[in-house]
T-cell receptor
Framework: DAKTTQPPSMDCAEGRAANLPCNHS???????VYWYRQIHSQGPQYIIH???NNETNEMASLIITEDRKSSTLILPHATLRDTAVYYC?????????FGTGTRLKVLA | EAGVVQSPRYKIIEKKQPVAFWCNPI?????LYWYLQNLGQGPELLIR????????DSQLPKDRFSAERLKGVDSTLKIQPAELGDSAVYLC?????????????FGEGSRLTVL
């Protein structure tokens, strides 16, 4: 499964959009991009996933570049409750490998 | 619908003692995962079950760790004997088993402290 690279930390003002980048330059054709987040002292929570097309759900939007080598998770209106570690995972199988993620801090 | 249930939530033991963690996945989920998470790190896969069969246990330290999933529902992860370096959070997750549906459901984890 392809590896991912994420910035270790980011800050975002409350109410603004949070854009979390992820590089996955070695992704192969059958591998999906998944995003999870982990709020302190809880288990990871699924956010969204996609293959080629951009995806949107009630939590976030996922933008995948045309060459699929990178993606961006967008939280359109960040709240204090969005403060968490965000993990970008690439997988084409049942094996989900978590990196160290991006620690997002939403500031009041 | 109940989520993934893990117990105990916290466990403190002395080194060389045994410890066991229990996981009850979401009803109907065939795939069950055990992950280990060290402080400041992402979860690391220990073992994956499809029903009662361990299909990926390559990362499980088999000298001291064991796991079982009898009847393909609940699962138990055991450490015997525990070492200081085993202090971590042990996470259980389940999924419906459909490839690329993407959603793993995690429990709150069992935090182990080995003294």
């Amino acid at each position: 499964d392809a590896k991912t690279t994420q910035p270790p930390s980011m800050d975002c003002a409350e109410g603004r959009a949070a854009n979390l980048p992820c590089n996955h330059s070695t992704i192969s054709g059958n591998e999906y991009v998944y995003w999870y987040r982990q709020i302190h002292s809880q288990g990871p929570q699924y956010i969204i996933h996609g293959l080629k097309n951009n995806e949107t759900n009630e939590m976030a939007s996922l933008i995948i570049t045309e060459d699929r080598k990178s993606s961006t998770l967008i939280l359109p209106h960040a709240t204090l409750r969005d403060t968490a570690v965000y993990y970008c995972i690439v997988s084409g199988t049942y094996k989900y490998i978590f990196g160290t993620g991006t620690r997002l801090k939403v500031l009041a | 619908e109940a989520g993934v249930v893990q117990s105990p939530r916290y466990k403190i033991i002395e080194k060389k003692q045994p410890v066991a963690f229990w996981c009850n996945p979401i009803s109907g989920h065939n795939t069950l995962y055990w992950y280990l998470q060290n402080l400041g790190q992402g979860p690391e896969l220990l073992i994956r079950y499809e029903n009662e069969e361990a299909v990926d246990d390559s990362q499980l330290p088999k000298d001291r760790f064991s796991a079982e999933r009898l009847k393909g529902v609940d699962s138990t992860l055991k450490i015997q004997p525990a070492e200081l370096g085993d202090s971590a959070v042990y996470l259980c997750a389940s999924s419906s088993g459909l490839a690329n549906t993407g959603e793993l459901f995690f429990g709150e984890g069992s935090r182990l402290t080995v003294l």
